[in-house]
């Protein structure tokens, strides 16, 4: 509430003069036009006990959420401003230092259009139905070896995947995989959820030349990511002995790479990750103590860990070219790498699913939950197929893989 709303409208004119005379003269209420498009907004005075946000404050000074945005979050100033005599007559004011003065405070935020498709609602829409989320009574688990959900290639924020089209399956898929899970027979008590890289469409890939073909900002892909991942692990970590998860960095994830080469873990799908794991040490839920997340270490791109007695290498897929991954896979062996000791190379980028043997070692590409890319299919005719894996893991080998359509 800003203070012209909140005060009795016989004294709000005093008091909002007041609150006025004492704003920093470079807080002074305005909007400044700028030529790329965006707007510099100075707000009117709040009282100080108002709680920014970014629907409130665009929906004050006459912008629409659903078309318009706040770019880089906003910033805040306070300060005390007396009470006219009116004001503490007409209110019963004591001669208390409380009823001769307030606080008020004002904003500055930058504001834009969203870009074509984007609405906060189709955002808030998706978030609120994963807090809505209640998990099933848990079941006992009783056998060895893993369960595992392979997701790659989600690439959130694409136009020819819509967010609500995106969510529906993400979570249809989360739910089918948790239903196969509880129906198995002697289900193991360890789940292992891989996320596989190019999990946001970002800005960085190509070039920057797909930024277009975007209809969510960085922000709000990011943030679709990570409750994405809270959906999953809240699914499924009721009802395990121990739930594991990771992220490794996909070309489509990266942070920054068209001005300059940062390290290999520079990722948003790294990063989203790590906030997971942030809040999931605040949270006070007992079934999300057994939660273990893993990333990429300081410039690594991918997570090798025992899954279930099996060891797997987990990278995005970007490394290597198709029809070369075993040529790959034998020189981390070789070069006496992490991957090369892999019983199984887990990988997505190819966008469709793939399983290939050479004597005991298993290549498994996921495939690509996104809808599908326009460019590859104009390339080669071929459409998108959604889909999602999971994988037993049996004596230290994947003993049944089952493709999420």
Same mark, same amino acid.
């Given at each position: 509430?800003?203070?012209?709303?909140?005060?009795?409208?016989?004294?709000?004119?005093?008091?909002?003069?007041?609150?006025?005379?004492?704003?920093?003269?470079?807080?002074?209420?305005?909007?400044?036009?700028n030529?790329?498009?965006?707007?510099?907004?100075?707000?009117?005075?709040?009282?100080?006990?108002?709680?920014?946000?970014?629907?409130?404050?665009?929906?004050?000074?006459?912008?629409?959420?659903?078309?318009?945005?706040?770019?880089?979050?906003?910033?805040?100033?306070?300060?005390?401003?007396?009470?006219?005599?009116?004001y503490?007559?007409?209110?019963?004011?004591?001669?208390d230092?409380?009823?001769?003065?307030?606080?008020?405070?004002?904003?500055?935020?930058?504001?834009?259009?969203?870009?074509?498709?984007?609405?906060?609602?189709?955002?808030?829409?998706?978030?609120?139905?994963?807090?809505?989320?209640?998990?099933?009574?848990?079941?006992?688990?009783?056998g060895?070896?893993?369960?595992?959900?392979?997701?790659?290639?989600?690439q959130?924020?694409?136009?020819?995947?819509?967010?609500?089209?995106?969510?529906?399956?993400?979570?249809?898929?989360?739910?089918?995989?948790?239903?196969?899970?509880?129906?198995?027979?002697?289900?193991?008590?360890?789940?292992?959820?891989?996320?596989?890289?190019?999990?946001?469409?970002?800005?960085?890939?190509?070039?920057?030349?797909?930024?277009?073909?975007?209809?969510?900002?960085? =922000?709000?892909?990011?943030?679709?990511?990570?409750?994405?991942?809270?959906?999953a692990?809240?699914?499924?970590?009721?009802?395990?002995?121990?739930? =594991?998860?990771?992220?490794?960095?996909?070309?489509?994830?990266?942070?920054?790479?068209?001005?300059?080469?940062t390290?290999?873990?520079?990722?948003?799908?790294?990063?989203?990750?790590?906030?997971?794991?942030?809040?999931? =040490?605040?949270?006070?839920?007992?079934?999300?103590?057994?939660?273990?997340?893993?990333?990429?270490?300081?410039?690594?791109?991918g997570?090798?860990?025992?899954?279930?007695?099996?060891?797997?290498?987990?990278?995005?897929?970007?490394?290597?070219?198709?029809?070369?991954?075993?040529?790959?896979?034998?020189?981390?062996?070789?070069?006496?790498?992490?991957?090369?000791?892999?019983?199984?190379?887990?990988?997505?980028?190819?966008?469709?699913?793939q399983?290939?043997?050479?004597?005991?070692?298993?290549?498994?590409?996921?495939?690509?939950?996104?809808?599908?890319?326009?460019?590859?299919?104009?390339?080669t005719?071929?459409?998108g197929?959604?889909?999602?894996?999971?994988?037993?893991?049996?004596?230290?080998?994947?003993?049944?893989?089952?493709?999420?359509?």
């Amino acid at each position: 509430m800003n203070i012209k709303d909140d005060l009795l409208k016989t004294t709000q004119a005093s008091v909002r003069r007041q609150a006025e005379a004492r704003i920093p003269k470079t807080w002074r209420a305005g909007e400044r036009h700028n030529d790329d498009g965006t707007t510099d907004v100075t707000s009117r005075p709040y009282e100080g006990s108002y709680e920014a946000s970014e629907a409130a404050l665009l929906e004050d000074h006459g912008y629409d959420p659903d078309t318009h945005m706040i770019v880089g979050g906003w910033r805040h100033s306070a300060w005390t401003a007396h009470k006219p005599k009116e004001y503490r007559q007409n209110t019963g004011g004591n001669d208390d230092q409380d009823a001769y003065t307030f606080t008020a405070k004002a904003y500055k935020f930058k504001v834009t259009k969203r870009p074509e498709g984007s609405t906060a609602s189709e955002v808030a829409a998706l978030v609120s139905s994963m807090d809505a989320w209640t998990p099933a009574p848990a079941q006992g688990t009783t056998g060895p070896g893993a369960f595992i959900l392979a997701i790659g290639d989600t690439q959130i924020g694409k136009l020819e995947s819509p967010v609500d089209e995106l969510g529906e399956l993400f979570t249809r898929h989360v739910d089918q995989a948790l239903a196969e899970y509880l129906a198995a027979p002697d289900r193991p008590g360890h789940v292992h959820i891989a996320w596989l890289g190019d999990c946001i469409e970002g800005q960085e890939s190509q070039g920057g030349k797909n930024r277009w073909r975007t209809n969510l900002t960085m =922000t709000e892909q990011v943030r679709v990511l990570q409750r994405f991942m809270i959906y999953a692990i809240k699914a499924f970590s009721a009802q395990c002995d121990r739930l =594991t998860v990771i992220s490794v960095p996909g070309n489509h994830d990266e942070a920054a790479h068209r001005d300059l080469s940062t390290r290999s873990d520079d990722s948003w799908a790294v990063q989203a990750l790590v906030s997971v794991e942030d809040a999931l =040490t605040l949270s006070d839920n007992p079934a999300l103590e057994k939660v273990e997340c893993y990333v990429p270490g300081a410039d690594q791109h991918g997570v090798t860990m025992n899954i279930g007695g099996c060891t797997i290498a987990h990278v995005h897929g970007h490394q290597f070219r198709p029809r070369k991954e075993y040529e790959w896979w034998q020189g981390q062996a070789f070069g006496g790498q992490d991957e090369g000791q892999a019983d199984v190379l887990l990988h997505g980028h190819q966008h469709h699913y793939q399983v290939e043997e050479q004597g005991h070692r298993t290549r498994i590409c996921t495939p690509a939950m996104e809808k599908e890319s326009v460019w590859w299919k104009h390339a080669t005719g071929t459409p998108g197929n959604p889909g999602s894996l999971i994988i037993h893991i049996t004596d230290g080998r994947p003993s049944t893989i089952k493709r999420l359509n």
